[in-house]
Nanobody, 128 residues
Framework: QVQLVESGGGLVQAGASLRLSCAAS????????MAWFRQAPGKEREFVAG????????YYADSVKGRFTISRDNARNTVYLQMNSLKPEDTAVYYC?????????????????????WGQGTQVTVSS
């Protein structure tokens, strides 16, 4: 069983930066591809960024490419999302997710259905 706890959200102005953290429990964290998703009011949950268990492969939604960076520290069981140049349209609840299936070292998916462990979410609000 893995538990994911996000932190780092908040209210910022457009153009600012935030860093989200996702702390994972359990000794098998290093075997999981990890991702960040977000959900704005009235919208479906959408993929933001993902990272393979080896950290070699990262993948981003087009809407955040060049502004957001996902990383992980396997020694600390933590995944990060560095968000720069934030825009009002980035406003959403951000969720950390783990894919606990057996995957290859460079596997990463952008599909919500792939992930079977989720955090409770952290709110990010960007004002114009």
């Amino acid at each position: 069983q893995v538990q994911l706890v996000e932190s780092g959200g908040g209210l910022v102005q457009a153009g600012a930066s935030l860093r989200l953290s996702c702390a994972a429990s359990g000794r098998t964290f290093t075997t999981y591809p990890m991702a960040w998703f977000r959900q704005a009011p009235g919208k479906e949950r959408e993929f933001v960024a993902g990272i393979s268990r080896t950290t070699v492969i990262t993948y981003y939604a087009d809407s955040v490419k060049g502004r957001f960076t996902i990383s992980r520290d396997n020694a600390r069981n933590t995944v990060y999302l560095q968000m720069n140049s934030l825009k009002p349209e980035d406003t959403a609840v951000y969720y950390c997710a783990a894919d606990r299936q057996v995957r290859g070292p460079d596997y990463i998916s952008s599909r919500v259905s792939t992930y079977d462990a989720w955090g409770q979410g952290t709110q990010v609000t960007v004002s114009s």
